[in-house]
């Protein structure tokens, strides 16, 4: 059984920066692509990026238009670990952050539709000044 935690979150200024980790533990996480989603208060819970395992030479990374340019996905194998760095934070970044596992390749489809099995317990990031 894969187990996620998110760490990371926090309050920031708009502008700033956060860097949310994703340790996975229980199993091998390798070949299991790593999503992120954000849910904010009211709204529907929205996957924002992923990146594939090692099956994927390609090391394929998925970023939606709200993120792009200013978030960005990673991973450590030795770690265990995936890693979204979060740059130029805005207001409508606030909500409750979460990663989640699934043994496919990283696509838009599993993001949009959040077709993932394992889940973290969520880490809240608020932008406020």
């Known amino acids: 059984q894969l187990m996620l935690v998110e760490t990371g979150g926090g309050l920031v200024q708009p502008g700033g920066s956060l860097r949310l980790s994703c340790k996975a533990s229980g199993a091998p996480s390798d070949y299991y692509a790593i999503g992120w989603f954000r849910q904010a208060p009211g709204k529907e819970r929205e996957g924002i990026s992923c990146?594939?395992?090692?099956?994927?030479?390609?090391?394929?990374?998925i970023y939606v238009d709200s993120v792009k340019g200013r978030f960005t996905i990673s991973r450590d194998k030795a770690a265990n670990t995936a890693y979204l760095q979060m740059d130029n934070l805005k207001p409508e970044d606030t909500a409750v952050y979460y990663c989640?596992?699934?043994?496919?390749?990283?696509?838009?489809?599993?993001?949009?539709?959040?077709?993932?099995?394992?889940w973290g317990q969520g880490t809240q990031v608020s932008v406020s000044s």
């Open positions: 989640a596992a699934v043994l496919a390749f990283c696509s838009a489809d599993n993001l949009r539709y959040l077709r993932y099995d394992y």
């Open positions: 990146i594939s395992g090692a099956d994927d030479r390609d090391g394929k990374t």
